[in-house]
């Protein structure tokens, strides 16, 4: 059973910023009560269907005693029965802790792993399939940085990601993706395996992290495109060098003013998911297992050229279908990851 008390909680925080934005809240306050609000909306949804759900049950089973409405008890009871508690789990769902930093932007780094020029090539094999899922979900895709190797492989590239439920979805993807084909420069046919690692960061505000102009050292350089290309006479790329952590961000658009934006956003980025990390590490201490703590030192996924299969291992879920899932075709994969995750936290929770 659900504890009444605490759904009579929810929804009378709800109906209090209900009434704050209605009657006209200090403008410093609307920006967090909306945000409160649009969580809140859709567990107050559940939670008034669940609790007609059960109003429907009690007056279905009050039926029984009414000899004329006995035999309409009798077929509706059942179907009702069933219902309450998939609708329960729905509210159990709903109820779970949302992680703050769903709904932000994401700044997504891809790097080759072992593996040398096959691992740069599959590197930007990933760089695609994340442009091309960012367009069937209707995500708007920069690229930050991005440098490239001779043969079109990538040696480092970072893209801003933003819309609807990003870092929800692609948190899912932090990790080693490992690949398993014969390279096109392979003139024997034996199968290579090599790999590449992603990070998903959720794009930090100002607000989350202050960063001291003492903390950083900023160096700009001669920027230019691939194999010396179209050479950038001007110094216009960036370097950022934050000191207290010896991160290094560079980022080398044409203009340094934006270079030294994109840069100082990717270096937020990194100090709000390392303070993130720090945070996590505290709480789970004192539990034997980890759920979801994104550690990028497992291989999370392999992707079979020879036979078109891609498995992912913290699921154990195979699907033959690696042209599809390559061409931006994940919903599948994140799906299952989602739901597994629901389920632990879940277990967690009321365990």
Excluded: C
Excluded at 45 to 70: S, T
Excluded at 284 to 303: C, L, N, P
């Amino acid at each position: 059973m659900l504890p009444q008390e605490k759904l009579d909680q929810i929804r009378a925080r709800f109906e209090f910023l209900e009434a704050k934005l209605t009657t006209g809240a200090a403008p410093a306050e609307i920006a967090q009560i909306s945000r409160e609000y649009a969580e809140l909306k859709p567990v107050v949804a559940e939670i008034a269907r669940y609790r007609q759900a059960e109003a429907d049950l009690a007056e279905a089973e009050g039926w029984l005693h009414d000899p004329e409405m006995r035999v309409l008890a009798e077929e509706e009871l059942p179907r009702l029965k069933a219902r309450l508690p998939e609708m329960e789990q729905q509210l159990r769902l709903a109820l779970l802790p949302r992680d703050a930093a769903d709904a932000r932007p994401a700044i997504v780094e891809i790097r080759p792993g072992t593996g040398g020029e096959e691992a740069a090539l599959f590197a930007a094999d990933l760089l695609r399939m994340y442009q091309r899922y960012a367009e069937q979900m209707g995500w708007r895709f920069q690229l930050l940085e991005h440098s490239e190797t001779e043969l079109g492989g990538i040696k480092e590239a970072v893209a801003r990601i933003e819309g609807e439920g990003v870092f929800a979805r692609l948190k899912y993807e932090s990790g080693v993706h490992r690949v398993q084909r014969v390279p096109e420069t392979e003139a024997g046919g034996r199968i290579h395996t090599s790999a590449a690692t992603v990070a998903v960061l959720p794009e930090a505000e100002e607000v989350d992290i202050d960063i001291p102009a003492s903390d950083i050292r900023i160096d700009t350089m001669r920027s230019s495109g691939a194999g010396g290309q179209h050479v950038n006479t001007t110094d216009s790329a960036v370097r950022i060098t934050h000191l207290p952590t010896g991160i290094v961000v560079t980022s080398s658009e044409k203009s340094q003013h934006q270079n030294r934006a994109n840069a100082m956003a990717v270096l937020r980025a990194r100090l709000y998911e390392a303070e993130r990390h720090r945070a996590d590490a505290e709480r789970a201490a004192d539990r034997k297992a980890q759920v979801g703590s994104g550690d990028r030192s497992e291989r999370i996924r392999t992707y079979n050229f020879p036979q078109g299969r891609i498995t992912d291992h913290r699921i154990n879920m195979t699907v033959y279908a690696l042209p599809q899932v390559l061409a931006g075709d994940l919903n599948g994969f994140i799906d299952a990851l989602i739901a597994d995750d629901q389920a632990s936290r879940l277990a967690e929770m009321e365990g």
